[in-house]
């Protein structure tokens, strides 16, 4: 068990060289480096990892999108990893004119420090599967409809049911969730071997899957599931090498987070003028409205704030293009000086990831600007029948690929070692399924199996649980045409 700290009136108790340190959970091939230098090699292993390409292919609001102006999942990182580049150096600037680096431990390692952010800000939707929440969706309504079904049908009615599987693998395999998917491919498939404050920065929820509820005094950071039951021990390791409590964060997750929040509002909103699906005028009546509703719900009284923005963005007859250039900058400056002071006002926990909040929250007009956006985007953009009908189409593609491969979910589990040793098989549609998957995603199934412990009962479960692991791997790892093309290849449409 961690240890509490016990702090001191008036005293610092923060060291951020106790958080941003060099360990990886493998040992480096090049030893000597020192931490600028490993969040470098981060970066590079990042960059060049195929799960990162994939986000050029992944629905942002508008699947299937042609035109390349419209934002991908990979051009909407890359503004997230600016903005949260720009909110670390911002506040950094606050703790050097405060004279604090070096009390805080962050003298020598400011370099680091961004890296880590901006990191952390690329592979933040890595786990996202296609066609965003609507993928998520596909995969949890099939698992829910056919999996314990499958499970059953592979160990037979006079099965044993250990409570291993009841009371975690099956609800972990029922809450399919980006965040924790992310955590997988970096970890699990991609073997990226990052630092552990690198990974540990990605963990923007600290509830594991199979938890279906949160814990008292956890509403935000136990929101949605941060990790999976496969993913667990690596959590321990870091959080106990990063002496970070149960249920706690990171602290440079709160910065990821906030720049997503100021990326994402504004992009949406650009994208819907980009596609014409909201003219100027219309943006703006609708933003005035959606800005008095939020003052009311908050019971904030009478503010201008975002209105007089807007109104100063359309000023001298501005283009489509000028007017967003101008609320762009106006509001990423604001809620960017926004998120350094909170960061600042609750320093001691976002250190100690106790903040049960995000940066950009506090009621304050930035966050019922960014509320603001979002909310028209929600209302106005994402009922749209551009964004609606190409993810029913996916919904649809998804869930029938999760049939046509659902015979690898069937067999008995010596059954399958069959085909995955490559021996003669009485499964042969099985077989062809299993072929045509990833080889590093049938790696990290080989390798997960390898080395099961417990009952017989217990080995069984968990055989069956790390291969539905890789059909959801195999599922969710696939970009937006490619689930359209292979279910139309399988089911000969």
Wanted: hydrophobic fraction near 40%; charged fraction near 25%.
């Amino acid at each position: 068990m961690l240890t509490v700290r016990e702090y001191l009136p008036g005293k610092i108790n923060m060291d951020y060289k106790t958080k941003i340190t060099c360990r990886r959970q493998r040992p480096t091939t090049v030893e000597g480096r020192d931490i600028v230098e490993e969040t470098e090699s981060n970066r590079g292993r990042i960059i060049q990892s195929a799960a990162i390409r994939r986000l050029q292919q992944k629905t942002q609001v508008y699947p299937l999108e042609s035109n390349a102006a419209v934002r991908s999942r990979l051009t909407h990182s890359l503004e997230v990893q600016q903005t949260g580049r720009f909110i670390s150096r911002s506040i950094l600037k606050h703790f050097a004119d405060q004279g604090q680096l070096a009390e805080l431990g962050l003298e020598g390692i400011e370099t680091a420090f961004t890296n880590l952010v901006e990191m952390a800000c690329l592979m933040h939707d890595v786990g996202n599967p296609p066609f965003g929440h609507f993928g998520e969706a596909a995969i949890n309504d099939w698992m829910e409809k056919h999996g314990h079904a499958c499970f059953l049908k592979t160990v037979g009615e006079s099965f044993s049911i250990p409570a291993l599987y009841t009371d975690k693998l099956l609800p972990d395999l029922l809450h399919f969730e980006g965040n924790a998917q992310g955590l997988r491919i970096i970890h699990s498939l991609q073997k990226l071997n990052l630092t552990t404050s690198q990974v540990a920065a990605l963990v923007k929820y600290t509830r594991p899957a199979w938890q279906t509820e949160a814990d008292e005094g956890y509403r935000y950071r136990h929101k949605k599931p941060g990790c999976y039951y496969s993913e667990e021990p690596l959590i321990h390791m870091i959080w106990q090498h990063l002496d970070i409590a149960p249920g706690h964060r990171f602290p440079l997750v709160y910065i990821m987070e906030a720049a997503d929040d100021i990326a994402y509002c504004i992009a949406d909103i650009e994208d819907a003028v980009d596609k014409g699906i909201l003219n100027l005028r219309q943006l703006q009546q609708l933003l005035q409205e959606e800005w008095q509703e939020q003052c009311q719900r908050k019971d904030f009284g009478e503010s201008e704030y975002l209105p007089d923005i807007v109104a100063n963005a359309l000023g001298n007859n501005a283009t489509a293009h000028l007017f967003i250039t101008r609320l762009r900058t106006r509001l990423v400056k604001d809620l960017v000086a926004y998120a350094t002071a909170r960061y600042s006002e609750h320093h001691q926990a976002i250190f100690d990831g106790s903040l049960d909040e995000p940066l950009i929250d506090g009621g304050s007009e930035q966050h019922l600007a960014l509320l603001t956006l979002k909310w028209v985007a929600r209302k106005h953009v994402f009922s749209q029948p551009e964004v609606e009908t190409p993810e029913l189409r996916g919904y649809a593609a998804l869930m029938g690929l999760m049939v046509i491969y659902q015979p690898l979910l069937e067999i008995p589990g010596d059954e399958f070692r069959e085909i995955v040793e490559q021996r003669p098989t009485r499964h042969f549609i099985a077989q062809r399924l299993y072929h045509r998957m990833s080889g590093k995603h049938k790696e990290a199934y080989c390798e997960a199996v390898a080395g099961l412990k417990g009952s017989v009962e217990e080995q069984a479960a968990l055989e069956w649980y790390y291969r539905v692991r890789l059909l959801i791997d195999y599922m969710s790892g696939m970009t937006d045409n490619y689930v359209l093309e292979e279910y139309q290849c399988l089911s000969a449409i």
